[in-house]
C-alpha cells in the first residue's frame, strides 16, 4: 500500500526532495516487514540514511523500486549487490524451462530486473562500486537475461513445431545474437538501449521451411522486443535497437546469416561492417557466432576496409547522448587499430582510451581528460535514467535537472551542464584531429603567398626566444667587429655561430654569456679569434657557453678571469687534479675577507676545469677528480680562515677541533649537500660551539647558485639536537650505540679533512676507524641497510633513468657497495680506509677478497656514473622528459659515456645498472650465484 501510495504521488509530479523524509520512515516500515524485523543500527548510518534520502528526494522510479523491493534495497546498502545479483542470476536460471509469449517473458524478466537495478544503483549512489563495476554487472545480468529470452522465444516455437531443430537438446544449434554499441563494449545503462540481432543459419532448419522460418524468426525477434521494452503501460526493461532495420514491428531483429553477410559486402554498407566486426556474441551458439564474426572481421580490415567518406561521415554524426563525442572517439580508434589489436574492437571506451594512448595513437594527457569527460557523462546518463526509469539521456524538466545535479554531485544543474559541455567540446576536438590527423594543423604552418618577408623570425627558429632582442645584440657585434676586424658583418667574423650557439642545450644563455665576453675582454683581446672559422677552441668555447653555461660565468665576468680562454690548450693545461691545485693555488686564509677570496677560487677554478673539458683539453675522470680535491682544499681553508678570524678563546677551542667529511655519497656533486662532522678532544661548551656555528654560516654564505657549498652535519650524535662538536668519548658512544645502518657506512668512509693540531687529528681518524670495528654484527647491519635501501627506493622512485641517483643499480648503489666492503674488510685490512676507492678494490682484489671481474666492474661503473653526474651538475640538466636534448649537447653526454652518439648512451646507462644491481646482490646481500635466475630473485625481494 505504500509503495502504491508513493507512486501515485509521485510518478507524475514535481520531484519535491522535503518528501524524502516521511518517504525514508514507511521504506523502513516495509523493510522490516519484508525482513521479519528492522535491522536498526545498520541502516542508521549517517552516510546510509543519506543515501536512502538521496533515492526517494532526487528519483521516481528508483524510489518505487525501492518500495517494492525493500529487502532488496536494504541488503544492498548493508551488504553490497552481490548477494542479490547472485539471487537474480539463481533466479533466471530457473526460468530456462518457462513457457508462455512475450508477455509471459517480460512478467518473468521484470521483478529480477528491478532488484538488480535497485542493487546497482544504491551501490553506485553508496560509492561502493564505480562506473566500471557498474557497467560490467548491468552487462553480464543483460547478457544472462538476452540468453534467457532467446531460449525462451525459440524453445516455444520448436515446441509449436515452426521450427525444425535437428537436435532436441540443442534447439539454438545455428541461432546466435550479436549485440553492439555499449551493449558490447561493457558501457551499458541502466535501460540501455540494447543494440542487437538475432542471426540464424538456414541450411540448419531445412529448406522446404525456408519462407516460414524466416517468418517464424522475425516474429521472435519481435516477441523479443516485446519482451524487453513491453507493451504501452507496462515499465521497460530495456529500450532495443538495431543495425539493420527501424525495428517497427520487429523488423530488423533477426535475419539470416548469408543476408547479412551479404549486405555487409555490398556497397553503402560500411556502417553495418563496422558495427558488426565490433559486435560480440551475447548469447546462442557460440561457435556459429564466432565464425560469422570471423567472416566479418576479414571484410572489414582486409578485403573490403570502411572507405575514408564513410569514415569522416560516421566521426561527424552527433548524436542527443552526452557520451556521443566520446563513443565516437572510441569508435574511431577500433576503426583505426582494430585491425591490428583486436582489443580495441570490444573494449570498453576507457580501457580503449588507457591502451590508445600507451600505443601512443592518443596523448596521455588527452586520454586522461577523455576518460574522466566519458565517466561523468556516463554517471550523467545513468543517474538520469534511474531517475525516470526509462533510456532518456536529456532531463527537460527544472526539477529533473536539479535532482540530476544532485545525484551527480553537484549543488547546481548549471554548474553540471557547464562541465559536461567543456568535457563533450574538449572530445569533438580531440575526435577532429584524430579524423583529420596532422593536415589541418600542417596547413597552419606552411608558408603563406601574400609576399610577407618568412626571414623575419629565423633566429628564433634556431631557439632564441627573443629575436629582435638577439638581432639589437648581433648589430653590437657587428659594430665590435667593424672596430677590431674592419668588417660590417659579424658573419665574415664568425661564419655560422648563431647556428652553433643554437645547437646548444641553452643558446640564450650562450649568447648572454658571449656578449658579456665581448664587453669585459677589453682591447687587446681579440675575442673572434676564438670563435673564427678553422680556430682550434671554437667548438670548445660553443660547447662550453651553450651547454656549461652555470658553471662557465665566473671566468666571463672580468678581464683577468677570461684570459685562461685565450690561453689555448697545450703542455701547461693541467693533466690531474694535483696539477690544477699546484697551478691554481688557493688564497692564503690569514687575511682580512678570506672566506670570499676562497669562494671566489673556487668558483673560477671549477669554471677553469668545466671549460677545459668541454674543449677535451682535460678528461672528465681527471674533471671528477679536480672538483673533488677542490672542494676539499675549499672546506679545508675555510677551517683555517675561520680559525685566524676568531677570537682568543674561540681560537683556542678550534685548536682543539677536527673536521671530516663522510665520502659515502661519492665524488662531491655540485649543487648537492656535503655531509661532514667536528670531533673534539674533550668537552669544549660554546666556544667549541661557536666555531663550529661560525665555520658552517661562513662556507654557506660564500658562494651562491651552482657554486653553492651546502654542509650537513645531521650525522652526529643525538641528531639534529645533539651538540655539533662532539668529543672523542661521545662519538665514540655514538658509533657503537646510536648510528643506524646508514651511518655506520657512511663512518666506515670519514676522512679527516682539517684539525686545529695534529694531535686532534689523529684522534679524530683513530675514532674514524674504530667505526668499522665490527661493533654490530655485519650481516645485521647489511640486513638493515637492505631494508633502509628498500624504503628510500619505494619512496624516492626515479623520474627518468637519467635520475641516476635514486635508479636501482646507479651511483648510490655503487657507493653503497664500496662502502658496504670497505665496511666489512677495514678491520682487517686498515689501508682500505686510507687510499681512493679505486686504490682500495684493486687492493681487496690483490688480497682475494674480491674477484677481479667485480672489481673492474665497480670501477668502471662508478667512473661512469661519475663522468654523467659531472655533465649533468655543470649543465644543471635533469632527463631528457623535461628538457629534451639538443644536439651538440648530446654529442657532451655521448662522449662523458664513451660512446659514439647519443643514442648508445641509454643501453650503456641500463647495462651498468644491471651490473651494480647483480653486485648489489652478490656483495650486500651475500648471494654467491649471480644467474639471471638467482638476480631476479633478489630483485623481488
Request: proline share 5%; with cysteine.
Amino acid at each position: 500500500m505504500a509503495a502504491s501510495t508513493y507512486s501515485a504521488r509521485n510518478n507524475g509530479d514535481a520531484i519535491d526532495p522535503s518528501r524524502a523524509t516521511a518517504a525514508l520512515e514507511r521504506w523502513r516500515r516495509a523493510v522490516a516487514e519484508s525482513l521479519g524485523g528492522d535491522p536498526g543500527a545498520p541502516l542508521d548510518q549517517p552516510d546510509r540514511r543519506l543515501v536512502m534520502l538521496r533515492v526517494f528526494g532526487t528519483t521516481r522510479r528508483l524510489a518505487d523500486l525501492c518500495m517494492t523491493h525493500p529487502d532488496a534495497a536494504a541488503t544492498s546498502l548493508i551488504d553490497g549487490p552481490s548477494p542479490i545479483l547472485a539471487q537474480a542470476a539463481r533466479d533466471l536460471t530457473s526460468l530456462d524451462r518457462g513457457v508462455g509469449g512475450p508477455e509471459a517473458l517480460h512478467a518473468a524478466l521484470a521483478p529480477l530486473k528491478n532488484r538488480v537495478d535497485v542493487a546497482i544503483a544504491i551501490a553506485e549512489l553508496n560509492g561502493q562500486w564505480g562506473v566500471a563495476e557498474a557497467t560490467a554487472a548491468r552487462v553480464d545480468f543483460a547478457e544472462r537475461m538476452v540468453e534467457c529470452g532467446l531460449r525462451w522465444l525459440v524453445r516455444a516455437a520448436v515446441k509449436r513445431g515452426e521450427l525444425s531443430a535437428p537436435d532436441p537438446d540443442n534447439f539454438l544449434k545455428g541461432v546466435f545474437i550479436v549485440a553492439g554499441a555499449d551493449f558490447a563494449h561493457e558501457d551499458l545503462t541502466p535501460y540501455g538501449p540494447l543494440d542487437l540481432v538475432v542471426l540464424y543459419d538456414e541450411a540448419i532448419f531445412g529448406a522446404p521451411n525456408a519462407r516460414g522460418m524466416d517468418r517464424t524468426f522475425v516474429r521472435i525477434g519481435a516477441e523479443l522486443r516485446e519482451a524487453f521494452e513491453g507493451k504501452p503501460g507496462e515499465q521497460t526493461l530495456y529500450a532495443l535497437r538495431t543495425p539493420l532495420g527501424s525495428g517497427v514491428g520487429g523488423a530488423g531483429y533477426a535475419d539470416s546469416v548469408a543476408r547479412v553477410a551479404s549486405t555487409a559486402e555490398g556497397p553503402q554498407s560500411d556502417l553495418l561492417k563496422f558495427w558488426l566486426s565490433t559486435g560480440r556474441i551475447v548469447a546462442g551458439d557460440r561457435e556459429a557466432g564466432g565464425k560469422f564474426l570471423e567472416n566479418i572481421e576479414k571484410l572489414v580490415w582486409s578485403d573490403n576496409p570502411v572507405s575514408v567518406d564513410s569514415l569522416e561521415s560516421f566521426v561527424a554524426a552527433n548524436e542527443q547522448d552526452p557520451r556521443s563525442a566520446f563513443r565516437g572517439v572510441a569508435d574511431l580508434c577500433r576503426l583505426v587499430i582494430g585491425g591490428v589489436r583486436p582489443l580495441f574492437r570490444t573494449a570498453s571506451a576507457r580501457d580503449i582510451f588507457e591502451t590508445a594512448a600507451q600505443s601512443r595513437f592518443i596523448s596521455k594527457d588527452a586520454a586522461r581528460r577523455l576518460i574522466a569527460g566519458e565517466e561523468l557523462a556516463h554517471i550523467a546518463v545513468s543517474r538520469l535514467q534511474i531517475l525516470k526509469g526509462c533510456p532518456a539521456f536529456n532531463a527537460d524538466r527544472d526539477d529533473e535537472q536539479q535532482a540530476l545535479a544532485r545525484l551527480c554531485g553537484y549543488t547546481e544543474y548549471e554548474q553540471l551542464s557547464t562541465v559536461l559541455a567543456g568535457a563533450k567540446a574538449d572530445a569533438v576536438s580531440t575526435l577532429r584531429r584524430l579524423a583529420t590527423g596532422p593536415r589541418e594543423e600542417l596547413a597552419v604552418y606552411r608558408s603563406s603567398e601574400d609576399g610577407v618577408d618568412q626571414d623575419a623570425d629565423k633566429l628564433e627558429d634556431l631557439g632564441f626566444l627573443n629575436g629582435p632582442g638577439l638581432s639589437r645584440s648581433i648589430d653590437r657585434w657587428a659594430e665590435h667587429a667593424h672596430q677590431v676586424k674592419g668588417e660590417k658583418r659579424f658573419s665574415a667574423c664568425a661564419p655560422g655561430l648563431l647556428s652553433e650557439f643554437g645547437e646548444t642545450q641553452y643558446p640564450n644563455r650562450a649568447v648572454s654569456l658571449f656578449d658579456k665576453l665581448l664587453s669585459v675582454a677589453g682591447e687587446s683581446r681579440d675575442v673572434f679569434s676564438l670563435v673564427s672559422e678553422g680556430a682550434p677552441e671554437r667548438d670548445g668555447l660553443v660547447d662550453a657557453l651553450g651547454s656549461f653555461s652555470p658553471a662557465i660565468a665566473p671566468i666571463v665576468q672580468s678581464e683577468q678571469a677570461c684570459a685562461f680562454l685565450f690561453e689555448g690548450a697545450g703542455v701547461e693545461t693541467p693533466k690531474t687534479a694535483q696539477e690544477w691545485l699546484s697551478r691554481y693555488v688557493p688564497p692564503k686564509s690569514d687575511q682580512d675577507d678570506a672566506l670570499s677570496k676562497i669562494g671566489a677560487w673556487r668558483s673560477e677554478l671549477i669554471a677553469r676545469i668545466a671549460y677545459s673539458v668541454s674543449i677535451g683539453a682535460t678528461s672528465f675522470d681527471t674533471a671528477v677528480e679536480a672538483i673533488n680535491e677542490v672542494h676539499s682544499s675549499t672546506l679545508s681553508k675555510a677551517f683555517e680562515a675561520v680559525k685566524f678570524a676568531a677570537d682568543d678563546k674561540t681560537k683556542a677551542a678550534a685548536e682543539e677541533i677536527s673536521l671530516h667529511i663522510f665520502e659515502s655519497d661519492g665524488p662531491y656533486v655540485l649543487g648537492a649537500a656535503t655531509h661532514l662532522g667536528f670531533i673534539s678532544a674533550a668537552p669544549l661548551g660554546e666556544a667549541g660551539e661557536g666555531f663550529a656555528r661560525a665555520y658552517l654560516d661562513g662556507v654557506g654564505s660564500m658562494c651562491e647558485g651552482l657554486f653553492a657549498v651546502l654542509p650537513d652535519t645531521t650525522h652526529r650524535p643525538s641528531g639534529i639536537n645533539g651538540e655539533l662538536v662532539p668529543d672523542l668519548k661521545a662519538y665514540k658512544n655514538y658509533v657503537q650505540s646510536e648510528a643506524i645502518a646508514h651511518e655506520q657506512i657512511m663512518l666506515a668512509r670519514g676522512r679527516v679533512i682539517a684539525a686545529g693540531s695534529e694531535k686532534i687529528a689523529e684522534s679524530a681518524r683513530e675514532a674514524l676507524r674504530g667505526a668499522v670495528a665490527c661493533s654490530r654484527r655485519a650481516d645485521i647491519l647489511f640486513r638493515d641497510l637492505d631494508r633502509a635501501r628498500a624504503q628510500r627506493m619505494r619512496r624516492d622512485r626515479p623520474s627518468s633513468d637519467w635520475d641516476i641517483d635514486k635508479i636501482e643499480g646507479g651511483r648510490s648503489d655503487v657507493e653503497l657497495i664500496i662502502s658496504t666492503l670497505v665496511y666489512k674488510h677495514a678491520s682487517a685490512h686498515p689501508f682500505v680506509q686510507d687510499c681512493n676507492p679505486s686504490e682500495a678494490l684493486d687492493a681487496m682484489a690483490r688480497s682475494g677478497l674480491l674477484p677481479e671481474v667485480t672489481v673492474q666492474s665497480l670501477k668502471s661503473a662508478r667512473a661512469f656514473w661519475a663522468r654523467l653526474q659531472l655533465v649533468r651538475a655543470l649543465s644543471q640538466w635533469r632527463d631528457p622528459i623535461q628538457s629534451p636534448v639538443r644536439s651538440r649537447f648530446g654529442k657532451m653526454l655521448a662522449r662523458a659515456a664513451g660512446v659514439s652518439n647519443f643514442d648508445q648512451v641509454r643501453p650503456m646507462l641500463r647495462g651498468y645498472a644491471d651490473e651494480v644491481g647483480r653486485a648489489y646482490a652478490q656483495v650486500v646481500l651475500g648471494r654467491n650465484e649471480t644467474s639471471g635466475a638467482n638476480y631476479a630473485a633478489g630483485q623481488s625481494r
